[in-house]
């Protein structure tokens, strides 16, 4: 059990000792306050147990649930200034800050430093783990991967889904062309670099159909290891009028020369 796995357990000890007594007086008073508040209490409970049962479960929901227990310790705190004798408030107050603190402080240390990450390690990162690390680091020079070929694995979907890539020389348009082979129709996209990450635009290739779906993707990928193109993390990104919309993350990995189409 990891250590914010242990302050998600923290977190179900304390919501199921508020969560008890919650239920207690709902259901003997009836009162329309108490239920939202038995409905609260269940629902971070219920993630608290989840997350002390899963590291990747605890990191996508540690933000959340720590500052939303933040928020409630605040909010009761000032009912309980208001109404010093009221000692339910007091209890509540006190478990909601502790939780908060403990949660919050698990959560800031629990990523990885880049040197711990791997193909292997990847594939079993959580999304928040994933996001930040797409925050924190650089694409690669597009030049970099020109000549190279790299297997690619996608970490979302229905299940993974291998695949290759080749990166060479564009005969038009920015200076480095991809092409993915899989078991349909080889796809095409054109690399550029951007903010937040090199971008592999599908929809610039000149190659690929005009009825290919896939014509809608736009891809950012970012070397994991800085200045290391040999691994890379990408979010795919399906591109909608006005914006676009994250549909999965994948992994590129450099396996040698890539075989020029």
């Not at 108490?34 to 540690?62: C, E, F, K, N, Q």
Request: glycine share 14%; aromatic share 8%.
């Amino acid at each position: 059990m990891t250590p914010l796995q242990r302050a998600f357990l923290v977190g179900a000890v304390c919501d199921g000792v508020i969560l008890a007594p919650a239920v207690v007086i709902a259901v003997g008073a009836w009162g329309v306050f108490y239920l939202p508040a038995v409905l609260l209490w269940g629902i971070w409970t219920a993630a608290a147990v989840r997350g002390a049962r899963s590291h990747a479960r605890a990191l996508d929901s540690a933000r959340f649930y720590g500052v939303s227990h933040g928020v409630s310790a605040v909010l009761v705190g000032i009912g309980w200034a208001l109404d010093p004798d009221d000692g339910t408030l007091a209890l509540l107050s006190v478990l909601s800050l502790i939780v908060a603190a403990v949660v919050g402080r698990a959560a800031r240390v629990a990523e990885r430093p880049s040197g711990e990450w791997s193909w292997t390690t990847l594939q079993h990162a959580s999304a928040a783990e994933l996001a930040s690390l797409l925050r924190r680091h650089h694409g690669p020079a597009p030049a970099s991967l020109r000549g190279r070929r790299y297997r690619t694995i996608t970490l979302a979907g229905r299940g993974p889904r291998t695949s290759s890539r080749s990166f060479f020389h564009a005969p038009h348009g920015p200076p480095v062309e991809g092409i993915e082979r899989t078991d349909g129709p080889d796809g095409w996209f054109l690399v550029e670099g951007g903010t937040g990450g090199t971008h592999l635009d599908w929809g610039r290739s000149r190659r690929n159909a005009g009825a290919d779906r896939r014509r809608g993707l736009l891809e950012v990928v970012v070397c994991v290891r800085d200045g290391d193109p040999s691994l890379l993390l990408g979010r795919r990104l399906r591109k909608m009028p006005g914006t676009t919309l994250g549909v999965g993350w994948f992994l590129l990995e450099d396996v040698g020369p890539a075989e020029i189409p």
